[in-house]
């Protein structure tokens, strides 16, 4: 009985030191996490950049439908137009996240403002004029302003992107998302 016992106890040891046939492999490097390219369809929605909470100030790309007014609602700006293209995008960034982009745990360095703006395409780039202060936004903000404008005008966030406020100038820069 005794034997059994001790038998008993020397198998589980066994099967440990056999490792159940489960041969050791060197560590096998896969890369980076994967990068997702996100293209709002142009008539239905815009790209915007937040900052993730849950990550030390990285910009995420945030798909937002528009709301796109009824025929002949006066809409500001240039009309229709301006609810798809880059005055809307910007205009939507100062607004900052909606309830659901909140609960997923985005946030915004901007200032909430009501802007007027005009953003224009021009041989050096893209160029942004607002009615707020620009120069003592933080680096995030700035990013997030950059990164949408040019998504926005260019569909390109390798554009330059040149900001022009009330208190000076930003940039150019460019997006480093």
């Known amino acids: 009985m005794r034997g059994v016992r001790a038998l008993g106890a020397l198998l589980p040891l066994a099967l440990l030191a056999t490792g159940c046939g489960i041969r050791a492999t060197d560590v096998v490097e896969v890369g980076g996490p994967a990068i997702v390219e996100v293209a709002p369809g142009r008539e239905q929605s815009t790209l915007l950049y937040f900052v993730s909470s849950s990550s ?85 903000a700035r990013q997030q302003l950059i990164c949408t404008a040019a998504q926005a005008r260019t569909a390109d966030r390798g554009e330059a992107v040149k900001v022009v406020g009330t208190d000076g100038v930003i940039g150019p820069a460019r997006c480093s998302v």
Not at 108 to 116: K, W
Not at 117 to 131: A, T
């Open 56 to 140: 030390a100030n990285r910009l995420m790309p945030v798909v937002r439908p528009i709301e796109m007014p009824s025929e002949g609602a006066s809409a500001g700006g240039s009309g229709v137009e301006w609810f798809r293209g880059p005055g809307r995008a910007v205009s939507q960034l100062f607004e900052g996240p909606n309830k659901s982009e909140v609960a997923s745990g985005l946030r915004t360095e901007l200032p909430y403002a009501r802007v007027d703006l005009n953003i224009d395409l021009g041989p050096d780039g893209v160029l942004v004029r607002l009615n707020t202060a620009v120069t003592t936004l933080s680096e995030v």
